[in-house]
Structure formats: C-alpha cells, structure tokens
C-alpha cells in the first residue's frame, strides 16, 4: 500500500502519529460492527490532529486544508461497540503540495484496517493547491516529534 513518486523514491519515511479512540454507537451499523465511514474518519481525525501539533492548524475556509484526493484501504476485520483503537499514520512521501500517508487501525495488538492515500494542501478560496511550508514538511518527518 506504498504509493511512491518516482522522484521521492529515496525519501525517508516520517514520524508516525499515534492517537487512541473508542467505537462509539453512532459508528455501529445494521450489522453490529462499525461501519466502513467510521475507519476513515478515524483517520481522519489523526490527520488533522497531527495537522493542529505541527502548525497547519484547524480546517477553516479562511486558510489552506488538506484534502484527500486518492485512497485506498483494505477491511481486516471488524471491530465494535466500545473497542479501544490505535490509529496509526506515517508520511512515507511528500512533494511541494501533497503527500502521501498510509494508516493502520489496531485493536490491541490486531491490525484491523489498512490503508493509503495521497493529501493535497489546498487553498480552499483560489480553488488550488499550494506548497506546505518548509516548517510543516520538516515537522511531518521529524523522527522525535
């Protein structure tokens, strides 16, 4: 699930972003498991916390955000009501104006769901990308953060 741009081939892996969260209610479908939204709103949330603790701060329509423009993702098994989940996310690429992350959901030790896709830094009010700041890309890969 390694998406990878030729040029940025060679480039180092970043930090990996970790958060816990519950399944809660409103994630559980007909079925009795969480729905399959529910995995990418967790991700989601990961990605915009880790967004806030390295300087792009909160989605607003006044500054750039991070929208997902590809994704793909594998469903390892379910998980339910009140399970205790790890959401991991790791830059494993990033160019002037996206990058690419991929996710893994854990249960306990259980990796319950995969995934990648690629993030593109967009400037909601000029309808285009723009590049991430030399701070922010220098922070998404610092291993200690």
Excluded at 7 to 20: L, V
Excluded at 35 to 53: F, G
Excluded at 88 to 104: C, F, H, L, N
Aim: hydrophobic share 40%; net charge negative.
């Amino acid at each position: 699930m390694n998406r990878k741009s030729t040029d940025d081939a060679a480039q180092p892996q970043g930090m990996i972003y970790t958060m816990e969260t519950r399944v809660r209610w409103a994630d559980i479908d007909r079925l009795g498991h969480a729905n399959n939204i529910a995995y990418w709103r967790w991700c989601e949330d990961a990605r915009n916390r880790q967004a806030v603790e390295i300087g792009l701060g909160q989605p607003a329509p006044d500054r750039p955000s991070q929208i997902m423009v590809a994704s793909q993702a594998e469903y390892l098994s379910p998980v339910s009501l009140d399970d205790l989940l790890t959401v991991k996310r790791q830059v494993v690429r990033i160019g002037r104006t996206s990058q690419d992350a991929e996710y893994t959901i854990l249960r306990g030790v259980e990796v319950v769901f995969r995934a990648s896709c690629t993030i593109v830094l967009f400037d909601v009010q000029s309808g285009a990308p723009v590049p991430y700041p030399d701070d922010v890309r220098e922070r998404l890969f610092c291993k200690d953060a």
